[in-house]
């Protein structure tokens, strides 16, 4: 007797239903190709609400900021670990940062954004690089803001707690003067370092949310515009230049290029890294 596949936990129409809420509320595209992932995912809110349908639940996540937030972290990619891209980070000691205080004295302000940030590895990494390899470190004062979208990896990275494999690209004597032992598999930011970094809820395709992290020197944007389509991809870029200094850089992944969304900023091969900067005019 042949077999009968499940049928899928979401109609056509449903599921459409759902993916155009997702995308107005965080820019990212989802939809048939990405069933089973999102059916799965929908499956455990509902469960998890007790909500007797998915008519139901999808009344209540229009009317609950709170199931809203559950529901999109869900939905979001949290695939990092330490020293990622460490090209760019040498290219931060080595040249953007050189660059950006021929403008500022000593005591200066220079502000540094990880967004998204996700379980908090890159806004630690980025601290980290500064005290092992930018001399100058203690002559400014440096501010690094990690943002995300989930609140539930901004917890995590609030409470610093990694694994081995997250500290992999590590040398030991880095993990030790920057981390303490949990047990066996897990480590821990030590709390001066956890201090040195603040942690914020933000979403790039809303104005408000990024405004009011105020300006930056240099922003870390890596691997999330990919899951952008072409206008969420303009409107967070726009976003994302408003919330720069004249002249301020921004670290895209390897795979991403400002080339066909934004004039705003220009192409600048730094040692190994192409980063782009903010264009002067406002």
Not at 151 to 178: F, K, M, W
Request: glycine residues 4%; charged residues 25%.
């Amino acid at each position: 007797m042949a077999m009968t596949e499940t049928p899928p936990f979401l109609s056509g129409p449903e599921l459409i239903r759902l993916c155009d809420f997702l995308y107005r509320r965080t820019g990212m595209l989802f939809g048939e190709s990405k069933r089973y992932y999102i059916d799965r995912r929908v499956a455990e809110r509902v469960v998890a609400t007790q909500s007797i349908s998915f008519a139901a639940y999808f009344a209540l996540l229009v009317s609950s900021p709170s199931e809203t937030e559950q529901l999109i972290n869900s939905f979001t990619v949290n695939e990092t670990y330490f020293y990622r891209e460490e090209h760019q980070l040498r290219s931060l000691s080595q040249s953007l940062l050189p660059s950006i205080i021929a403008n500022k004295r000593p005591g200066d302000r220079i502000r540094i954004w990880s967004v998204p940030c996700s379980t908090g590895e890159e806004p630690y990494s980025i601290a980290i690089w500064l005290l092992e390899n930018w001399r100058l470190v203690d002559a400014y004062n440096v501010e690094i803001v990690g943002s995300d979208i989930d609140t539930a990896v901004l917890r995590h990275a609030e409470a610093g707690e990694y694994g081995q494999r997250a500290l992999s690209r590590l040398s030991p004597d880095i993990r030790n003067a920057y981390f303490q032992r949990v047990d066996e598999e897990h480590w821990q930011i030590i709390d001066d370092l956890r201090e040195s970094v603040s942690f914020r809820n933000a979403n790039l395709i809303d104005r408000a949310s990024v405004a009011k992290e105020g300006k930056f020197d240099v922003i870390f944007c890596r691997n999330v515009l990919i899951y952008f389509d072409d206008a969420a991809r303009s409107l967070a870029v726009g976003h994302l230049r408003d919330a720069m200094t004249a002249g301020g850089y921004i670290c895209l992944g390897h795979t991403e290029s400002m080339g066909r969304i934004s004039a705003d900023f220009k192409a600048v091969r730094v040692d190994d890294s192409i980063v782009y900067q903010r264009t002067e005019t406002d």
